[in-house]
T-cell receptor
Framework: DSGVTQTPKHLITATGQRVTLRCSPRSGDLSVYWYQQSLDQGLQFLIQYYNGEERAKGNILERFSAQQFPDLHSELNLSSLELGDSALYFC????????????FGQGTRLTVV | DQQVKQNSPSLSVQEGRISILNCDYTNSMFDYFLWYKKYPAEGPTFLISISSIKDKNEDGRFTVFLNKSAKHLSLHIVPSQPGDSAVYFCAASARWGGATNKLIFGTGTLLAVQP
């Protein structure tokens, strides 16, 4: 158990809809990262938050947004969903400084039909 | 632009032999490298890391080698065990400021260790 909790584990929704994925980081970790893994693809970095502030952005679509709340949990919002958004979405967390090893949750499998 | 490349999608080795997984990177700003292991239906699990000031780091059966001039790193598993069968991801990061930064992942190598 990595200590990172993601909900829900599975999500099936229709095209055009909006969903919210939730992540609770390890206790004490200030950084939260979101990654997308599509079929046969590596892990694509989407966005990082550090102590509530956006820290780094990857190839995140404009239809996607994220935030980190004062209690440090994070949410990834995906809107106007398309079939191609079907993927595994991973959240990871790491300590503020001195550690680059990120700990991953079990992921949310999103299926858009 | 794939900054971290794992050119072998799969690797099959016999139990007890050495497994060598390779990774190349293009960004010379990367100064920290990590290997993650991933089983199906689970999140990636941190395995071992190396800073750019070192050329080798060892942890039990796992050793990571870094060749900065070639922008290449490798993970050696000796001896390989069937439980090592998983997808292995190489990741790299560049430290800016005081906070941790994003990891750039390769596409992974599926290791199959045959009994």
């Amino acid at each position: 158990d990595s200590g990172v909790t993601q909900t829900p584990k599975h999500l099936i929704t229709a095209t055009g809809q909006r969903v919210t994925l939730r992540c609770s980081p390890r206790s004490g970790d200030l950084s939260v990262y979101w990654y997308q893994q599509s079929l046969d693809q590596g892990l694509q970095f989407l966005i990082q938050y550090y102590n509530g502030e956006e820290r780094a952005k990857g190839n995140i679509l404009e239809r996607f947004s994220a935030q980190q709340f004062p209690d440090l949990h994070s949410e990834l919002n995906l809107s106007s969903l398309e079939l191609g958004d079907s993927a595994l979405y991973f959240c990871a967390s790491s300590a503020a400084t001195g550690e680059l090893e990120a700990f991953f949750g079990q992921g949310t499998r999103l299926t858009v039909v | 632009d794939q900054q971290v490349k794992q050119n072998s999608p799969s690797l099959s080795v016999q139990e007890g032999r050495i497994s060598i997984l390779n990774c190349d990177y293009t960004n010379s700003m990367f100064d920290y490298f990590l290997w993650y292991k991933k089983y199906p239906a689970e999140g990636p699990t941190f395995l071992i890391s190396i800073s750019s000031i070192k050329d080798k780091n060892e942890d039990g059966r796992f050793t990571v080698f870094l060749n900065k001039s070639a922008k290449h790193l490798s993970l050696h598993i000796v001896p390989s065990q069937p439980g090592d069968s998983a997808v292995y991801f190489c990741a790299a990061s560049a430290r800016w400021g005081g906070a941790t930064n994003k990891l750039i992942f390769g596409t992974g190598t599926l290791l199959a260790v045959q009994p």
